[in-house]
């Protein structure tokens, strides 16, 4: 085993079925590390691993994370590392504007046009290319809102990058951001998204490929 412990500016902590998925910025690469714990599938980090003092990692925290430095090469994820046994502790917190720099450095967003990525392209890539995550720059944030069957809203932004790309009806999955919305409470511009790649999955019986789905699993107003 061989650990280290990055510090990480924390752009995600987003639902990821009944738990929460944790990603960020290396502060000394600007590399993605998405911290996955090993006894839970699909990133999931319980709340005692994830905890700092008893409190929720806050996007824009500098946290200190124990992970092992082998990179995990058996999935399509290339920021994907093992979190080991350790103190998840906060050091600081960072400005919004000092993550500009960290935005849109590959085009499109997450590989492609659309509103996902199919598993079997991303696998097809150098692991070095498969790129899960990324931080977006967008002067304007369109959020719209859907009523489920479960009475539950659904929350959605689309936006289009300082490139012309564009993202649509990406779901949000940033619970603090959600709470906020669902108060009433609409974002200021220009603003930073950060843009994940779901489980794959299919939405429907007519879907015969599995894909990840582009989420918004972070909101960073810079006003």
């Not at 050091?91 to 504007?97: A, D, F, N, R, S």
Request: hydrophobic content about 35%; overall charge positive; proline content about 7%.
């Amino acid at each position: 085993l061989h650990a280290y412990m990055p510090q990480i500016i924390c752009l995600a902590n987003s639902w990821k079925r009944k738990e929460r998925c944790i990603a960020g910025i290396e502060i000394n690469t600007g590399k993605w590390i998405r911290p996955v714990y090993p006894a839970l599938a699909g990133g999931r980090i319980p709340l005692q691993v994830r905890s700092l003092d008893g409190k929720e990692p806050q996007i824009l925290d500098i946290i200190d994370v124990p992970l092992d430095s082998n990179i995990c090469q058996s999935n399509y994820a290339l920021e994907n590392q093992n979190i080991v046994s350790g103190k998840w502790t906060k050091q600081g917190t960072v400005k919004p504007i000092q993550l500009v720099k960290y935005t849109n450095l590959f085009t499109p967003i997450l590989h492609n046009p659309h509103r996902y990525v199919t598993v079997r392209f991303l696998n097809s890539l150098p692991f070095f290319q498969r790129r899960t995550l990324q931080l977006i720059y967008t002067s304007k944030l369109e959020i719209s809102a859907a009523r489920q069957d479960n009475g539950r809203t659904k929350w959605k932004g689309s936006l289009i990058d300082n490139f012309g790309c564009k993202l649509t009806d990406a779901s949000i999955t940033d619970p603090v951001f959600v709470k906020r919305l669902a108060s009433g409470y609409r974002p200021s511009y220009p603003c930073l998204i950060t843009v994940s790649l779901s489980l794959p999955f299919c939405p429907n019986e007519s879907c015969q490929i599995d894909s990840c789905w582009k989420l918004i699993a972070g909101v960073t107003e810079l006003c």
